[in-house]
Structure formats: structure tokens, C-alpha cells
């Protein structure tokens, strides 16, 4: 088989079993994950923000964010740094000011987020903002963003696919299943993390 062939191949094989994951894989920094030197590193910040920005954890969003630099930043650095850290955004449920946050987001392609609720995969926003942009820019726009995983329906792989989540976590969501209500949840893995990290981890599952 020919090396293109090969490659052909991989990136198919790649494709389907990235399909249905909800949670994709980012290159972008999660300012609730980055370790503080790396953030005081970022061109846009210092030593006193990077602190800063790890004692306000967890963020919910690139607002809460923006929020904690006030004025430390002009409008254009803080837009600069986006690209780079940036708070995933839930696409079912983010405002319209959240989405205008993703880095070369234009108001059209806002309104094209929100027209497709309710996403039920990434799948689905792959397949529905393909129409408007290319394969390239709907990758770059998936870097910023989730789908909520369902508590009772979500696998393995699906679970981890959240970011900053360990194996021996994925066990123990699924060890509780199923969930009544997000009460539940907060109840059973708060005995295995502290309060911020049950907020960080419950902005990315929903109960089904």
C-alpha cells in the first residue's frame, strides 16, 4: 500500500472513532487546567493575572474570565488572548455574548450556532456548520466549543473526552448511574473531589 493510501486510511479510521465524541480535543488552553507559570508565559499576561486567574477557579466562562483582568487588558489584548485560553463554551446553552467571544466568530455564523439547537453530538455541529465553512474553520470553531454528555448515556470514551478528567473518575460516573438529577451527581462525586472541581466537571454532562 502506498504511503498516501496509508495516510488515507488513518484519517478515516481517525473520523469514525472521533464521530460521536462531544468533548473535542483542543489545543487551545483551558484557563481552569493551565498550570500558572504557563499562563504568566502567554504574551498577553503576567505573573499577578496568571495568579489571579487560578485563584478565581473554576471559570465558567471566557466572560468570568475577561471579568478577572478587568482593566488590566485593552479589548484587542484580551481578543489576542482568546485564541490561546479560552473557557469551552456549552452549545446549548451559551448566550449570544459567549459565542461572540470564539476567536473570528462573525454574527452570522453566531446566529448559525444557535439556530441548530439543541446539538446532541459534535457530530451534529460538524455536519450543520460544514455548510457555511470549510472542514478548516469548522475545526478551528470546534476547538472552543462542547456538547453536555449524558449522564446515563455516555460511554467510556465520551466521558473521557472532558478535559482534565481521569480514569479513575470515568468510573465513578458511571458507577452511579443511573442519575436522577444533577443533585445526585454533586452528591456522589463530591466524595471524591472538592466543590470547584464538581463545578468545573459539571459544565460538561447533563442528565438524560
Same mark, same amino acid.
Request: aromatic share 24%.
Given at each position: 500500500m502506498r504511503p498516501m493510501q496509508i495516510l488515507a486510511l488513518m484519517t478515516l479510521t481517525l473520523?469514525?472513532?472521533t464521530a460521536m465524541t462531544q468533548v473535542s480535543a483542543s489545543s487551545i488552553a483551558n484557563p481552569n487546567l493551565a498550570e500558572q507559570a504557563d499562563l504568566a508565559a502567554m504574551p498577553e499576561l503576567d505573573s499577578a493575572m496568571a495568579a489571579a486567574i487560578v485563584a478565581s477557579r473554576p471559570l465558567a466562562s471566557t466572560n468570568e474570565l475577561d471579568a478577572v483582568l478587568n482593566d488590566a487588558l485593552?479589548? +484587542?489584548d484580551k481578543s489576542a488572548l482568546h485564541v490561546r485560553l479560552f473557557v469551552p463554551i456549552n452549545l446549548n446553552t451559551a448566550s449570544r455574548q459567549e459565542?461572540?467571544?470564539v476567536p473570528g466568530i462573525s454574527r452570522r455564523m453566531a446566529h448559525e450556532f +444557535? +439556530? !441548530?439547537r439543541p446539538y446532541t453530538a459534535m457530530e451534529q455541529f460538524r455536519r450543520e456548520i460544514g455548510k &457555511? @465553512?470549510?472542514t478548516t474553520e469548522v475545526a478551528r470553531f470546534e476547538q !472552543? @466549543?462542547?456538547v453536555p454528555l449524558g449522564l446515563n448515556s455516555a460511554s467510556s470514551d465520551d466521558f473521557a473526552t472532558i478535559p482534565g478528567i481521569s480514569r479513575k473518575m470515568v468510573h465513578e460516573f458511571e458507577e452511579y448511574r443511573p442519575y436522577a438529577d444533577i443533585e445526585q451527581f454533586r452528591r456522589e462525586i463530591g466524595k471524591y473531589v472538592d466543590d470547584n472541581e464538581v463545578a468545573r466537571l +459539571?459544565? &460538561?454532562i447533563t442528565v438524560d
Open positions: 473520523l469514525a472513532s485593552t479589548a +484587542e459565542i461572540m467571544l +444557535e +439556530e !441548530y &457555511y @465553512v470549510d !472552543y @466549543v462542547f +459539571e459544565r &460538561y
